[in-house]
């Protein structure tokens, strides 16, 4: 079962590697915590706020790519956690048909917070994170 979620917090500390977005449940209490890179947590915090640079950057070239495909990225799941590490795919729709792109969290997100995609977590990777 995939749960709505909401990208809750980007936590960005210039001073360390490791970053930290979280993503909280939409209609619940529970939150799931990511450690990204700072580039992938700068280009979050950028498509958030709708920053457009000169040229485009690698999530900028990507959405284009789905863009000038006719395609639409129909959602973003967060669905596995295997040593320490999550795995989340795509979901584009291309003329009725759904493609699932296997991606790291931090670029699906990336790419989908503007154009507002909904992220879902799978709700077995929410339980092993609560333990």
């Avoid at 590697?17 to 700072?38: A, F, M, W």
């Avoid at 759904?98 to 790291?104: A, G, P, T, Y």
């Amino acid at each position: 079962m995939e749960v709505r979620m909401d990208l809750a917090q980007i936590v960005i500390s210039e001073t360390r590697d490791q970053q930290l977005i979280v993503l909280r449940e939409r209609n619940g209490e529970r939150v799931l915590p990511i450690v990204i890179g700072l580039s992938e947590a700068l280009a979050i915090d950028r498509r958030v706020k709708g920053v457009q640079l000169q040229r485009p950057m690698t999530h900028d070239l990507l959405a284009n790519v789905i863009d000038s495909l006719s395609a639409e990225l129909e959602k973003i799941v967060v669905n596995d956690l295997q040593d320490h590490t999550f795995y989340a795919k795509l979901v584009i729709r291309r003329q009725g048909e759904l493609i699932e792109v296997d991606s790291r969290p931090s670029d699906a997100i990336a790419l989908g917070v503007a154009g507002e995609v909904p992220i879902y977590v799978e709700d077995h990777v929410l339980k092993e994170v609560a333990q």
